[in-house]
């Protein structure tokens, strides 16, 4: 690309990235001016396939992320184009799909997020005990936080729900509550910065014992810093 065309990709890029919260459809169409003049680069294509999926158009979503996938090699986006084939009413390829990768080559963010993926197609397929136990993974530890771990503890508590265990989903939705203001409290005590809170440990005031305590061995444990990522500070 020349220099021109490269700013242009990367303004498009940068607003894709400010609006995708407020105004999803805007940056999707930042997204594919972006891909219009860069459609070979593997992060214009991913950041195409996000913002379609975020409009609802899983469909494009997905083949945005196949592109992807082909062109970086990478498996970062897997938990997405699980969520994309249950967008388009295809919960069992979901399934097949989020199957056919090792986990364990996965980062625990990314595996975290399959988990609750693959969680959704079961629903899909009312298939609700198996949908909970794909959420039993070392990583929903009542007594630690990490940044994915909101998403975790609701998605958990919600299939509580669908089982009709009500009492037990309250205490989850009060845990990702908690581990979400811990998470927000942690970065605005960093001096103002804007940053990814990676880890932050919390205690709660009922600590039952983790639904995942006899967890698969070979997957990280619940004590141990997921690989790649630096602990916070723990807190009182």
Request: hydrophobic letters at 40%.
């Amino acid at each position: 690309m020349s220099k021109e065309n490269a700013d242009g990709v990367a303004q498009h890029l940068a607003m894709a990235a400010r609006l995708i919260d407020s105004d999803p459809a805007l940056a999707h169409l930042h997204a594919m001016s972006a891909a219009r003049r860069a459609g070979r680069i593997a992060m214009v294509r991913e950041t195409l396939a996000i913002t379609a999926y975020e409009t609802g158009d899983y469909a494009l979503a997905l083949r945005e992320l196949r592109t992807y996938r082909r062109i970086s090699g990478k498996d970062d986006q897997l938990p997405l184009m699980v969520d994309s084939e249950r967008g388009v009413g295809r919960p069992e390829r979901a399934l097949e799909l989020g199957r056919s990768v090792d986990r364990s080559t996965l980062d625990v963010p990314v595996r975290v997020a399959l988990a609750i993926a693959m969680s959704g197609a079961r629903l899909d397929l009312g298939q609700t005990e198996d949908a909970l136990l794909e959420l039993q993974i070392p990583q929903l530890d009542p007594k630690r936080a990490f940044s994915y771990s909101p998403a975790l503890f609701n998605a958990y508590a919600e299939t509580l729900e669908v089982l009709g265990r009500e009492e037990e989903a309250a205490v989850w939705h009060d845990r990702a509550m908690i581990a979400s203001e811990a998470i927000e409290q942690s970065a605005a005590d960093d001096e103002g910065e804007t940053m990814v809170v990676v880890e932050e440990f919390i205690e709660f005031d009922d600590e039952p014992e983790s639904p995942t305590a006899d967890a698969a061995a070979s997957d990280d444990q619940p004590g141990e810093e997921p690989s790649g990522e630096s602990a916070a500070d723990e807190k009182a």
